[in-house]
């Protein structure tokens, strides 16, 4: 299983909009696409329809040790399942603060489920909390989205630092391996030089042996879509809500550099179906 949790402790840079539609294409490409809400806010489950009732088992509970991952997971879709999030989960942060091993708890939950998808993404909320620190605890990767602002780079610092010490106490195999340029605003000046300052930044890392060494931005830029803002208020993924869209399209080939299918060497989209 291929772990990804996308994070940036800024909000409305495009995380949620990213893990969702990054999910759905990933699952269209027939891959099992596991999506798991981290964010008490619960856009992502929102997003793709799931609504938890107060009170019902949503991934606080899994947290708090009263359910398992099992009990708690949705199917969302064709080979896509989500772990939703509700409200009540912002009250975790306080409430594993005294537990001993509190970063561990969403690993241990993960264990059982190895072999049940191909790929495991996760939606963080916009903090380096406790939350977080679960999400980094498990996965392999981190994907980054940022958008081109002339602030894009500021307090990413403490973000790396956070993830370089989550790989040296307790998850050496944890990478910051991708950023995603979102809400990409093409053919304006700032977009453009933003775009070039992050490719400089994420070069420098390249020789330093460092948890974001391995990072590459990716050539698709997820321009700025009115279709992936009004998507979420209709329950859909940007694949269903409107597939000729540009959101549809930049997010496809979001995932096909993901899986390493080269962006030049693209083939329609039937014909490559029964491969996955
Ligand atoms: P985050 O999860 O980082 O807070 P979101 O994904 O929720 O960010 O995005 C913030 C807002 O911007 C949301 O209203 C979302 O619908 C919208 N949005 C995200 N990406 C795009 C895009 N490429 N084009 C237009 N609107 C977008
Ligand atoms: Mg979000």
Redesign the pocket.
Known sequence: MRSIAIL?QK????????AVNLASAIARMGHRVCLLDLDPQA?ASLHLGIGVATGSESIYQVLMGEATLAEVCQPAGENLWCVPAHLDLAAAEMELAGEVGREMILRDALEAHEQEYDFLIIDCP?SLGVLTLNALACVGEVFL?LQPHFLALHGLSKLLRTVDIVSKRINPTLRLTGVVL??FESGTRLAGEVAGDVHEFFSKGTSAGNTWSEAEVFQTR?????R??EA?SFGQSIFEYDPHSN?AEDYANLAREVMGISLASEEPEDSTAETA
């Open positions: 940036n909000g409305g840079v495009g995380k949620t909009t990213t856009h916009p989205p979102c809400l997820i321009r700025r879509n009115i992936l803002a979420p959101g």
